[in-house]
């Protein structure tokens, strides 16, 4: 039987927050940007970088001798960005420049906050916006404005402790799809059955199916229907606890191989002490209510042993 | 047909803690590079090539970090290779690194593995729930712990091998300033109350997550005749087989035993136990020194349990296995493959300080990733090939 | 050391969004077996392995692995990875087969672009402390680029066009290109900024796709094909990480490795440039002549598989000496942002 599908997708969400820490240039960098200030490093041709480098681009060697510069400065070049993307120091229609500050040699990257592009041009003079409240970070400016914009009033800023350590979110989204052979494999799974595919060079049953057999790299079309008990080849047991855990320890992680398949898959077995789950134990699978049934093995909740005789070891060994 | 001869003319490596909270990444990156560039007494303007391997840029959250940090690994106008092939990419480092020398494209080249791990979590960063797929909920030992199991079960192994294999790493680690830990107290007994994470594995018989980078100088024979006592590149080897596939044998991977096998054919070795005076191999849970010792082909299959304890890996025996205290003593998962070919290389050139086996001339650095998938190992000697 | 040469090249069809995974297993599967066909060689016979492609590019670690089932590497094969455009991919093949390791290698190259917001990914290339965190997208970064060099006088917008529009009318004889048809010079003028002064006839596509070459030392090559593309120069630098500190209207990575590689008399030169001012600038870079056939594929303008798209250079620049319509020519490739990493592959036939 040939099965074709379209590919399931899903949402994959990348987010965490980065703990950086700074060491000896950078560190007194994010520092001054607490306190309002901006310090540049002097590089071995005598450059100012601003922002600072770590290493000279010409000799490598590390930077370490501050140069404070101004706040101010003079647009190198500019593009405009009509439609802000997520993360971005604005979230109207804004314009990136780099930008010289007045003491530096080098540009750094900012955004420049004006109505329009045509208030923006090389050459034009602009200052950083302060947040209110800073940590030491680079979004400490918040964006840079026309030079000529009145400044607000501020307190003089106070000498903080020195910054060490910077967080930095990162979040990226991605549209996850699953292989042809996969999706009908989950879409299998929704209707309580397990389908796995024979590859039509070496004959070997996988489930799940993968795009390719890993060991004839020829796409797998032949499904094969399994029935939902195997053996237990392998296992530990789980008795560490960790972020996200929602089973309390110990359990068992097991490889279960299924009758009819020549690969074994990583899943739970409950229904018995985990110190009494074997190598070889007879297992059957406990599907969750099946108004809880997804395109998922989550289905399956957990593998329980059938009270079988074990599988003698020659009948699994290969599987180890 | 034949291939250019390679030394590796210095090592270097940084302290490696759980949190490297004193430098940056470049920071941390230059400590190894700039020890590995003393030791081969090199500057700059000898380096005609940079070459960088790292664990998945998710650790750091920087896509292809090379790149912003071309300035801090000195690669600024030179050429500059990104390698990834998993755990094992320090060892994979190394080698292409060798094969640029090798190929007679260049004469000195920097290799530099690092990986920044407190700059996230490693275990987030591997345990992100992708779509469709079931989360085992086990993470890194649940994944291996299954494997020792089969180990266990084919080889008649005593169950408290494992324990063995932590006592005598840890108590190397204490002996190697740069270790992460440093137990010097550690004992049997204590290993074995530790608490039992992953069943058969223990906590005190997993490898720490550690910041850190390696960095190795290798050149030519020009550049290596130059230098006092190089480790000379006697042979290279790197595997690859897919995660999983019917018949695999996951306790004793082919990949490894055919890479093991081109790796002694290529050395000249017939009786690696007999020829090679130390190995550094790439044991991140205790019991996989003696599945490895079997895959490398160190022993019989299921007699890798025998070799560790009758002691004969620790200092002092036939074949001591990490004398560095190795990937149970400091793990940062990027640089953990070129650190055990930059402590090969160190033994041979006599230069491993309160871990130095004596008179070693021959010797194994090894490194493997991914579900024991990927392999990369070499054989440097005191001798000129 | 053995010489070495291009014998083969296919690609997969350069696609807005395709159906298959991150992994890349569908667009390498059926590549495979073309060039395999092509070829005459199965994998049996492949000495090396080596592929490129980015975790960030798919979402998750690792993420390379899954593609090795497309190999069926069983038994297991000599086999590594860069996370790079597979074009340092074939550099590191390059080496391998020098070193008389290996007779033949297979290299590849994928990317599903179209899985991620491309423009965000590619902002973490950036430094992750004083840059990163403000997410300057990648086609912001080439809009500050390309103003440079306008105001420098070095290229101007209806310049700029010219690339896009010769590009894209080439592209019509390209089966694998995604854009093949472009408006006049003057209508493409009269369109919208995307980031002042880029317009999207400026910037490549977001395109998923794949591309896989293999290469042969002096023994195998005249057996494979009729006109092995012979590499007689692969030479890559790359350029300070410092954005700001960079003249970014020239690329002193891409002259050094051009002058290296030995650039000088290529008929062809396939440029890996994803905006137009970029083509502009590399072909100062390398000192190409007005005589120079640039990108005859369309080049990234019509098709820029990320992780892919530098190996497709090569792969193309190679197809017109093993097809006999050159007997010189170059592909490039380059990396990270504004043109920061460049490598150029130099080929001849000797037919």
């Known amino acids: 039987m040939v099965s074709v599908v379209e590919p399931l997708s899903a949402p994959l969400e990348l987010s965490f927050a980065y703990t950086r820490s700074l060491g000896p240039t950078l560190g007194p960098f994010m520092t001054a940007l607490a306190e309002r200030r901006i310090l540049g490093v002097r590089g071995s041709d005598g450059r100012v970088h601003v922002p600072p480098a770590e290493y000279d681009p010409v000799t490598a060697e590390p930077l370490t001798e501050f140069v404070e510069v101004a706040d101010e400065g003079v647009v190198v070049s500019w593009t405009w960005l009509p439609a802000p993307l997520e993360g971005q120091p604005l979230q109207h229609p804004f314009g990136w420049a780099l930008i010289r500050l007045d003491g530096a040699d080098t540009c750094l990257l900012h955004a420049v906050d004006v109505a329009v592009p045509v208030d923006l041009c090389t050459g034009m003079r602009v200052r950083a916006r302060w947040a209110p409240e800073r940590t030491g970070h680079i979004r400490d400016i918040v964006c840079f404005e026309p030079a000529d914009t009145p400044r607000a009033p501020v307190e003089p800023a106070a000498a903080v402790p020195p910054v060490a350590i910077v967080t930095t979110r990162v979040d990226l989204h991605f549209e996850h799809t699953a292989s042809a052979q996969e999706s009908s494999y989950l879409l299998g799974l929704q209707d309580g059955r397990l389908l796995a595919q024979r590859c039509p060079q070496c004959s070997k049953v996988y489930l799940p199916p993968r795009g390719a057999c890993p060991s004839c790299g020829v796409p797998t079309e032949e499904q094969v229907e399994l029935p939902d008990r195997g053996t237990v080849t392998t296992f530990c047991i789980v008795n560490v606890a960790f972020l996200g855990q929602h089973i309390t320890p110990p359990y068992v992680g097991a490889y279960v191989l299924l009758h009819g398949a020549d690969i074994a898959f990583l899943h739970l077995i409950l229904g018995c002490a985990a110190d009494e789950v074997r190598m070889g134990m007879r297992v059957e699978a406990v599907w969750r209510p099946r108004a809880e049934w997804g395109p998922a093995l989550q289905n399956i909740d957990h593998f329980r042993p059938t009270g079988e005789p074990d599988a003698p070891y020659d009948t699994y060994a290969e599987h180890l | ?385 | 050391m053995t010489d070495v040469a291009v014998v083969g090249f296919s690609q997969a069809p350069h696609e807005r969004r395709t159906s298959g995974t991150t992994n890349g297993v569908e667009m390498l599967v059926p590549i495979f077996r073309e060039v395999f066909a092509a070829t005459g060689l199965s994998k049996r016979d492949i000495g090396f392995w080596c592929s490129g492609s980015s975790d960030y590019l798919a979402g998750r670690a690792f993420s390379f692995i899954s593609a090795i089932d497309a190999l069926g590497a069983v038994p297991p094969i000599t086999e590594s990875h860069v996370e790079a455009d597979a074009a340092w991919a074939l550099y590191e093949a390059y080496l391998k087969i020098r070193t008389g390791e290996a007779d033949t290698a297979l290299v590849y190259g994928f990317g599903k672009s179209s899985a991620g917001d491309l423009r965000r990914i590619l902002a973490l290339q950036l430094d992750p402390y004083l840059v990163a965190p403000l997410w300057p997208d990648s086609v912001s970064i080439a809009g500050l680029q390309a103003r440079l060099g306008i105001e420098a006088g070095l290229w101007s917008e209806r310049d700029m066009a010219q690339v896009a529009m010769r590009s894209r009318r080439d592209a019509a004889d390209n089966p694998a290109a995604q854009l093949a048809k472009s408006a006049d010079v003057d209508e493409l003028l009269a369109q919208p900024y995307l980031a002042d002064p880029l317009r999207v006839h400026d910037c490549a596509p977001i395109t998923d796709g794949a591309a896989v070459v293999v290469l042969a030392n002096a023994d195998r090559a005249c057996n494979i094909v009729e006109n092995p593309a012979w590499i007689t120069g692969f030479e890559h630098r790359v350029d300070s990480g410092q954005l700001g500190g960079r003249d970014l209207t020239t690329s002193p990575s891409t002259s050094a490795a051009a002058k290296a590689a030995g650039a000088d008399g290529v008929e062809v030169a396939e440029l890996h440039a994803p905006f137009t001012h970029q083509e502009l600038l590399l072909r100062a870079a390398i000192g190409l002549s007005d005589s120079v056939r640039i990108n005859p594929s369309g080049g990234a303008l019509a098709g820029n598989p990320m992780f892919a798209a530098g190996l497709t250079r090569i792969g193309e620049a190679a197809t017109q000496i093993m097809r006999g319509t050159a007997r010189k020519t170059l592909g490039h490739a380059t990396s990270g942002p504004a043109l920061q990493q460049n490598l150029i592959c130099v080929m001849e036939g000797r037919a």
Request: aromatic share 8%; with cysteine.
């Open chain 2, 1 to 385: 047909m034949s291939k250019n001869r390679a030394a590796v003319l210095g090592t270097g490596q940084t302290h490696h803690r759980a949190k490297r909270g004193d430098v940056s990444m470049a920071g941390l990156c230059r400590e190894a590079i700039d020890r590995a560039m003393a030791d081969a007494k090199v500057d700059w303007a000898d380096i005609d090539a940079v070459v960088v391997g790292k664990a998945p840029d998710l650790f750091e959250g920087v896509m292809m970090p090379e790149l912003y940090l071309a300035d801090a690994l000195g690669a600024v106008g030179k050429p500059l290779l990104r390698v990834h092939t998993a755990g094992s990419v320090g060892g994979a480092t190394a080698i292409v690194a060798a094969s640029l020398i090798q190929s007679g494209v260049h004469q000195r080249v920097l290799a530099v593995a690092w990986e920044k791990q407190s700059e996230s979590n490693a275990m987030w960063a591997l345990s992100i729930p992708v779509p469709f797929s079931m989360p085992v909920h086990a993470g890194a030992g649940g994944y291996f712990a299954p494997h020792v199991r089969s180990y266990i079960r084919r080889s008649g192994a005593p169950a408290h091998i494992g324990s063995l294999v932590a006592v005598k790493d840890r108590l190397n680690g204490a002996k190697n300033p740069y270790a992460h830990l440093r137990q010097p107290d550690i004992t049997f007994e204590s290993v074995q109350a530790s608490a039992m994470l992953w069943d058969p594995i223990r906590y005190d018989e997993t490898c720490p997550s550690s910041d850190g980078a390696c960095a190795i100088v290798l050149g030519d024979e020009r550049a290596a005749t130059a230098v006092d006592r190089p480790a000379w590149l006697h042979a290279t080897a790197m595997r690859s087989e897919p995660t999983t596939f019917a018949g695999r044998d996951q306790v004793n991977p082919q990949a490894g035993r055919d890479a093991a096998a081109a790796l002694w054919r290529q050395a000249g070795i017939t009786d690696p136990l007999a020829e090679v005076d130390v190995a550094e191999i790439y044991v991140p849970f205790s019991w996989f020194e003696p599945m490895w010792l079997e895959n490398l082909g160190f022993t019989p299959e299921g007699d890798g349990w025998k070799l560790t304890e009758a002691g004969a890996t620790a200092m002092g025996g036939a074949l001591p296995v990490n004398p560095s205290g190795g990937v149970l003593s400091s793990n940062p998962i990027g640089a953990s493959g070129m650190l055990r070919f930059a402590e090969a290389a160190m033994q041979v050139m006599g230069r491993a300080g309160d871990h130095q086996v004596d008179g070693a001339r021959t010797a194994l650095g090894h490194a493997y990733g991914g579900g024991s998938q990927f392999f990369s190992m070499w054989v440097v000697g005191s001798e000129r090939p």
